[in-house]
């Protein structure tokens, strides 16, 4: 005859079964895929929050992870505090900290802080530094299809950089390329479309940039070479200097928000454009590749989320505060705003060409990266043609 239930006892061990059912659930390790679903919706809606407004309220995304504390170091190519693109790496640095609760602390070193802007790539390649934010074009002299991630002379948009990088193959490439010098590359800054520059000289025809001095990097500093042109390479913090000094006769920087505050205007008052050579100028948060596969899944989400999170805000940014100080030096400086000829942006567009095909000649990467890179123009070129460049047309209409 079997003993009656009690039915405390058995209240009791339901729940014993239920709690130590929770413990195993709780103890597993989650898959990179489960984090943003298996940590709770609060994680994931943490890391949206966190992205839209760059708050850290919400970053108490994953309490159940072990997480140990990193203490990071950050090199810039930029100078410090400098608007949009070093506030834009400061901004940067402060969301990861947010995303992880304090639990990865990044302290960011501007240029010449810890090493010199054009450093940074070999600092984070060898370990002395553990991210660098800044422009991949810098890095030509060890692969010429570094450019390529950052602006070429009549490239991309921002936009269409970005859908090449995410959705077109880019990203597998960046990263193919980037892990040889022992980095990982994300994605983490637009500058937007760029000015052509500062110039002491007119330039009325192709052949008034002959024997000019000018700051260009990357394949851009090519393009003026075949020009007649001397092509400089020069951190940002070094332009005013030289451009004061007499160095280099012209210029050419981000666009009007950044060369105001560095003040060209002061020395030079003829402002060309459009910048053909960055067209919507791509920025890196480059990572020391030991260390990124040192990083947890959830890690490495946060990561990549801050990064694009940034892109976005940075691009913003610009967009939010090019007219206003283009306005202003104009208005208030006495800035003659000069647009190339069309005989001048031609011939540019041919060189540009050229320079562009005979790069990618080079080796099989940067061949590889150019096929893929001119793939994915020709595709935004031609969807831009009847979008946003129609639109554009039509909006212009309400001006009269």
């Given at each position: 005859m079997s003993k009656p239930i009690n039915?405390?006892?058995?209240?009791?061990?339901?729940?014993?079964?239920?709690?130590?059912?929770?413990?195993l659930k709780s103890t597993r390790t989650p898959s990179r895929r489960n984090l943003l679903t298996g940590v709770g919706l609060a994680g994931a809606a943490a890391l949206v929050a966190a992205c839209d407004?760059?708050?850290?309220?919400?970053?108490?995304?994953?309490?159940?992870?072990?997480?140990?504390?990193?203490?990071?170091?950050?090199?810039?190519?930029?100078?410090?505090?400098?608007?949009?693109?070093?506030?834009?790496?400061?901004?940067?640095?402060?969301?990861?900290?947010?995303?992880?609760?304090?639990?990865?602390?990044i302290r960011v070193y501007a240029a010449g802080e810890l090493v010199g802007a054009l450093g940074s790539f070999d600092a984070v390649s060898q370990g002395k530094a553990d991210i660098y934010h800044g422009a991949e074009y810098y890095w030509q002299g060890k692969s010429k299809a570094f450019n390529f991630f950052a602006a070429v002379p009549m490239g991309m948009t921002a936009s269409e950089i970005g859908a090449w990088i995410r959705f077109g193959g880019g990203q597998?490439?960046?990263?193919?390329?980037?892990?040889?010098?022992?980095?990982?590359?994300?994605?983490?800054?637009?500058?937007?479309?760029?000015?052509?520059?500062?110039?002491?000289r007119d330039i009325n025809s192709i052949e008034?940039?002959?024997?000019?001095?000018?700051?260009?990097?990357?394949?851009?500093?090519?393009?003026?070479?075949?020009?007649?042109?001397?092509?400089?390479?020069?951190?940002?913090?070094?332009?005013?200097?030289?451009?004061?000094?007499?160095?280099?006769?012209?210029?050419?920087?981000?666009?009007?928000?950044?060369?105001?505050?560095?003040?060209?205007?002061?020395?030079?008052?003829?402002?060309?454009?459009p910048g053909f050579h960055e067209p919507g100028a791509a920025l890196c948060l480059g990572l020391n590749k030991d260390m990124w596969e040192d990083l947890s899944s959830y890690e490495k989400i946060i990561f990549e989320t801050a990064a694009a999170a940034e892109n976005d805000m940075m691009l913003a940014d610009y967009n939010a505060n090019n007219g206003r100080a283009l306005k202003t030096l104009v208005n208030e400086h006495g800035v003659q705003l000069k647009r190339f000829d069309d005989n001048v942006l031609r011939?540019?567009?041919?060189?540009?060409?050229?320079?562009?095909?005979?790069?990618?000649?080079?080796?099989?990467?940067?061949?590889?990266?150019?096929?893929?890179?001119?793939?994915?123009?020709?595709?935004?070129?031609?969807?831009g043609e009847i979008a946003e460049r129609a639109f554009s047309e039509a909006r212009d209409m309400i001006k009269g």
């Open positions: 039915k405390n006892t058995q209240a009791t061990n339901d729940q014993t079964d239920h709690q130590g059912d929770t413990l407004n760059g708050s850290s309220t919400a970053t108490k995304a994953g309490p159940a992870i072990a997480r140990k504390k990193r203490k990071l170091k950050m090199v810039t190519t930029w100078p410090k505090n400098f608007p949009g693109v070093g506030t834009g790496a400061e901004r940067l640095a402060k969301r990861i900290t947010d995303l992880s609760d304090g639990a990865i602390d597998e490439l960046w990263d193919e390329l980037s892990a040889r010098f022992n980095v990982k590359p994300l994605m983490a800054g637009n500058t937007g479309p760029q000015m052509a520059g500062w110039y002491k008034d940039f002959q024997g000019l001095r000018i700051r260009m990097p990357g394949l851009g500093g090519e393009v003026m070479k075949r020009v007649g042109a001397t092509p400089v390479t020069k951190a940002g913090g070094e332009i005013f200097q030289a451009l004061s000094q007499g160095n280099i006769d012209a210029t050419e920087w981000i666009g009007p928000w950044n060369d105001l505050a560095f003040g060209f205007h002061t020395i030079v008052k003829n402002y060309y454009y011939a540019l567009a041919k060189i540009s060409s050229e320079v562009l095909a005979e790069t990618a000649q080079i080796d099989d990467i940067t061949g590889r990266v150019f096929e893929s890179f001119v793939k994915a123009r020709a595709e935004s070129m031609r969807w």
